[in-house]
Each structure stands twice: as C-alpha cells, then as structure tokens.
C-alpha cells in the first residue's frame, strides 16, 4: 500500500530540504521589535582547521534550544556565527601546504601568505558552516564573521593597545 509509513524515520532529506527554506525566508535573522526584549548569544567560533566534533554539537544543542526558547517567547533574538582562525594551527596547516609544493611563507612573503590563510579558510571554514547548518543550528547567517576580518583584527589590536 502505497499510504503505509517507512520502517523507520530518515531526517536527512526532509532537513536538507526545508533548512535552506527557513534560511532563506529570515526565520533566523535577528528579531527588529522595538518594544520585544532582546536575547543573544555568540557561537564561540570553531577553528578552520578541523571539523566539528561532539563537544561543538552538545554547545551547539545548548544554544540552539535556547535561542529558539527566546524567539518563540517573542524576544528579538541574536545568535550571532564565526569562525576562528586559529593562529598557530592555522598557520601550521598553511605552511605544510606550501612545504608541499616546495616553497614556505618567508619565500611567498607577507601578504601571498595571509592570501593563503584566507584561500583555507574559504575552503574549510566552509566544511564547518555546513556541518553547523546540518545540525539544525538557527544562527543568524547574514551576520557572520571570520576573525580574521579586518573590522575584527581592529578591535582586537585596539584593546591590546589599550592594556
């Protein structure tokens, strides 16, 4: 009979479906009511050099349920997405790269070099995008960041100055 249910539920096609839809249509965007109390939380941004692992989905679960508690609740809510470079690690996952071809960053130079941090992170950090959007995760992604944005890096250098 063709009415009859499957053995057993498989989300993957109905998620991969309708989380493209509910993105698009704002339902994560950040609420804009002026008389609504606010609630926001900012992912603490996983680094580009790996995939997500259990503690990143727990985190994640956390948040998610209560930045989606807060906007059923009618608040203007805010959960705000990053990535992270990484320092160390990232530059150690570049340097390789470039070790592999022959050549390393003090031959490349300054900028070539933080060109190829950026080339990894558009190739990574987008791994780890999707893997967040896999999960469901309601995060507000017309606003997300990199921290090695240059708005960022301003702040950062700025409040180091100022210590």
């Known amino acids: 009979m063709q009415n009859e249910l499957a053995k057993s539920f498989e989300p993957a096609q109905i998620e991969a479906r309708w989380y493209p839809i509910w993105e698009k249509r704002g339902y994560f965007a950040a609420g804009t009511n002026p008389d609504a109390p606010s609630f926001s939380i900012q992912l603490p941004p996983p680094n580009i050099t790996g995939i997500l692992h259990m503690g990143h989905a727990f985190n994640q679960t956390v948040m998610d349920s209560l930045t989606r508690y807060y906007r059923m609740k009618g608040y203007n809510t805010l959960w705000l997405p990053g990535t992270d470079h990484a320092g160390i690690a990232t530059q150690i996952v570049v340097e390789r790269q470039l070790q592999s071809e022959g050549t390393d960053r003090r031959e490349i130079g300054r ?53």
């Open 111 to 163: 900028e070539a070099f933080i060109q190829r941090i950026w080339d990894w992170q558009k190739f990574s950090g987008g791994t780890i995008l999707n893997q967040m959007r896999r999960l469901g995760d309601s995060l507000d992604w017309d606003r997300l960041y990199f921290t090695m944005d240059s708005k960022l890096s301003r702040v950062v250098k700025d409040t180091f100055v100022q210590l």
